[in-house]
T-cell receptor, first 111, second 114 residues
Framework: SQTIHQWPATLVQPVGSPLSLECTVE??????LYWYRQAAGRGLQLLFY??????ISSEVPQNLSASRPQDRQFILSSKKLLLSDSGFYLC??????????FGPGTRLTVT | AQTVTQSQPEMSVQEAETVTLSCTYD???????LFWYKQPPSRQMILVIR??????QNATENRFSVNFQKAAKSFSLKISDSQLGDAAMYFC???????????FGTGTRLQVFP
């Protein structure tokens, strides 16, 4: 069966520090992968999606970036965090029937 | 542009009763998918049910069922025999081949009272 992992689960970082969040999927190959952000009490905002290694599409201009160095690995990064980057970050993978399955998420607090 | 609207920020239901959560969407596409996701306090998004737009029959998953009205662009979720564990945020979402993205509504917080 397929599983999706995210780490870390919780992160507190100062403004201006770098960021690296990792997402990995097991039990499938060449999945479409997605990064979402959820602000407190809000819906999900799509940040990036990837249909294959090295293929990244950005939805929202911001100081975040994404990379896909391996088939089942998706990384969200920033060189310098802003206060507005605080939120809950969710990674998802897409099954063939257009269903997306989400990881447990990372709660990021920028101080 | 496609949009998804959930007009009920909060709903409440008594245990064992039935509750219906509303969702409307705006699209010019004829072929698409609709989903309901549940987000419990742990905040992990869980897929509850899906509906293909080309299917007239409403989807059902145990106590969860939908009322899909394609002409009205309406997609409501009915939860029967509500349980305390159903308490969560519920998000309606829309997917189309053209954009290859899920578009989410703003969510409805469901409270279940014993």
């Amino acid at each position: 069966s397929q599983t999706i992992h995210q780490w870390p689960a919780t992160l507190v970082q100062p403004v201006g520090s770098p960021l690296s969040l990792e997402c990995t999927v097991e039990g499938t190959s060449n999945p479409n992968l997605y990064w979402y952000r959820q602000a407190a009490g809000r819906g999900l905002q799509l940040l990036f999606y990837s249909v294959g290694i090295g293929q990244i599409s950005s939805e929202v201009p911001q100081n975040l970036s994404a990379s896909r160095p391996q088939d089942r690995q998706f990384i969200l990064s920033s060189k310098k965090l802003l206060l507005s980057d605080s939120g809950f970050y969710l990674c998802a993978w897409e099954r063939t029937s257009y269903e997306q399955y989400f990881g447990p998420g990372t709660r990021l607090t920028v101080t | 542009a496609q949009t998804v609207t959930q007009s009920q920020p909060e709903m409440s239901v008594q245990e064992a009763e039935t509750v219906t959560l509303s969702c409307t969407y705006d699209t010019s596409e004829s072929d698409y998918y609709l989903f309901w996701y549940k987000q419990p306090p742990s905040r992990q998004m869980i897929l509850v049910i899906r509906q293909e737009a080309y299917k007239q029959q409403n989807a059902t998953e145990n106590r969860f069922s939908v009322n899909f009205q394609k002409a009205a662009k309406s997609f409501s979720l009915k939860i029967s025999d509500s349980q305390l564990g159903d308490a969560a945020m519920y998000f309606c979402a829309y997917f189309t081949y053209n954009t290859d993205k899920l578009i989410f509504g703003t969510g409805t917080r469901l409270q279940v009272f014993p």
